[in-house]
């Protein structure tokens, strides 16, 4: 592995995920971060190989003052979201910057993490500016800048994750959850998963020049991921409170107050990328191919919301793969 790795979005929540993994790896980790007193870089304080630069890596030259000395880089920096210019912004300058930053100081290895559903004919702007930003850099890797990698992540879930618990959330606030999009289809993968397929990644060589599709081992409706975390949280005693779909028109204007409210719980454009199954594609390697038996949800999700006990990392490893 590379000695030394620059982590873009690093005190994120895939972020600190992965650098708890590099660390016991023994790599050096440099973490840039617009607030060194925020919340997540706050988590990363105590760890020793790790290097907090409070920078901001959207601005012109940074990049550029923060690569030398670096073996890789990790572009995890992403928004959910935005309008057209702040998503142009995130996910396809900041990638064409990197990539001349990396051109400029000969470092070579990156790994991108892109989003599952990238296309440029996709119907959000989500995910065809994550599409974009993914030809940023295979540009750049077909001109022998940079040595390349992609992950398309599912939706990622986890202990601290702003999805499962959302839902929970929700259902302790409302008699009856009403759902947008309640029949969408999703693949969600574990952040740990995630986390090691980044670390394998940067391992090894051998993953230069593919892209992986990182997703669960279980496909589910967003009505069954609301219900099934409120279940795993004991909502209603166990039972979760009855979901509600809401059909398209109402759906719209759903999401389009949802987007005044303070920290975006829904957008239209979310409801645009539902209209397309968030669920591996099977023409890309995914997880089994970087030798991970990706974790089912069935037994993570009540790990991390409460109800059966804490179950260790190796469990959960030992019963997705059946041993």
């Not at 920078?55 to 030398?68: F, I, K």
């Not at 990197?98 to 440029?120: E, F, K, M, N, P």
């Amino acid at each position: 592995m590379a000695s030394k790795i620059l982590v873009l979005g690093g005190s994120g929540f895939v972020g600190r995920h992965l650098i708890e993994r590099l660390q016991r790896a023994g790599a050096q980790v440099t973490v840039p971060t617009r607030r060194r007193a925020g919340a997540g870089a706050r988590q990363l304080w105590p760890l020793p190989c790790v290097d907090l630069v409070e920078a901001d890596v959207m601005q012109p030259g940074t990049l550029g003052r923060l690569m030398p000395g670096h073996d890789a880089v990790v572009n995890l920096v992403a928004i959910l979201h935005g309008n057209a210019r702040q998503f142009e912004r995130v996910h396809v300058e900041l990638p064409r910057q990197l990539a001349a930053a990396c051109g400029a100081h000969g470092v070579r290895r990156v790994v991108h993490v892109s989003a599952l559903g990238a296309a440029a004919d996709a119907p959000s702007r989500y995910q065809r500016s994550k599409a974009a930003g993914e030809a940023v850099m295979q540009e750049a890797a077909a001109a022998s800048m940079i040595d390349l990698t992609v992950l398309r992540p599912s939706v990622i879930y986890g202990p601290d994750d702003r999805f499962l618990r959302l839902f929970v959330r929700l259902q302790h606030m409302l008699p009856v959850l009403p759902l947008a999009g309640a029949n969408a289809r999703f693949q969600p993968v574990w952040v740990r998963d995630v986390a090691t397929a980044l670390e394998r990644c940067l391992q090894d060589a051998a993953t230069i020049g593919q892209t992986y599709e990182l997703c669960g081992p279980d496909v589910f409706t967003l009505r069954e991921l609301a219900q099934s975390a409120a279940r795993w949280a004991g909502v209603a005693e166990g039972r979760g409170r009855p979901v509600l779909g809401v059909p398209g028109p109402l759906a719209w204007l759903q999401a389009l107050a949802m987007e005044c409210l303070p920290g975006t719980l829904m957008s239209r454009d979310n409801l645009d990328s539902m209209k397309v199954p968030n669920v591996a594609g099977g023409q890309l390697p995914g997880l089994a191919a970087l030798g991970i038996a990706a974790a089912p949800l069935s037994v993570v999700g009540p790990m991390i919301l409460g109800t059966n006990g804490p179950v260790s990392r190796l469990d959960v490893w030992r019963r997705s793969a059946g041993r």
